[in-house]
Nanobody
Framework: QVQVVESGGGLVQAGGSLRLSCAASGSIFSIDVMGWYRQAPGKQRELVAGVTSGGRTNYADSVKGRFTISRDNAKNTIYLQMNSLNADDTAVYYC??????????????WGQGTQVTVSS
């Protein structure tokens, strides 16, 4: 059994910052890619940023230069530092972990999501 839990969302004014955290726990053998996705009302879920176990990162064009993803492999945790937030960043942010377990092999696990609301 694997659990993925996000935290750190909230309400922030435009131009402000937030830091999200995501921790995976349970019967984990290894984790390859971990990433942040977001889904705004009426829109499809989209990739925001991802990071491999080796530290390679990728970002959506809309957040490059404003968001930074980081990872602590020892804690199976990733972070998303979000700066210069604007109204378009308002969404539910989800964490995904590409996990290998002894019982289920390799599959992706989603967290429950955390709301980020940017007021203008």
């Amino acid at each position: 059994q694997v659990q993925v839990v996000e935290s750190g969302g909230g309400l922030v004014q435009a131009g402000g910052s937030l830091r999200l955290s995501c921790a995976a726990s349970g019967s984990i053998f290894s984790i390859d890619v971990m990433g942040w996705y977001r889904q705004a009302p009426g829109k499809q879920r989209e990739l925001v940023a991802g990071v491999t176990s080796g530290g390679r990162t990728n970002y959506a064009d809309s957040v490059k230069g404003r968001f930074t993803i980081s990872r602590d492999n020892a804690k199976n945790t990733i972070y998303l530092q979000m700066n210069s937030l604007n109204a378009d960043d308002t969404a539910v942010y989800y964490c995904n972990a590409d996990v290998r377990t002894w019982s289920e092999g390799r599959r992706g696990y989603w967290g429950q999501g955390t709301q980020v609301t940017v007021s203008s």
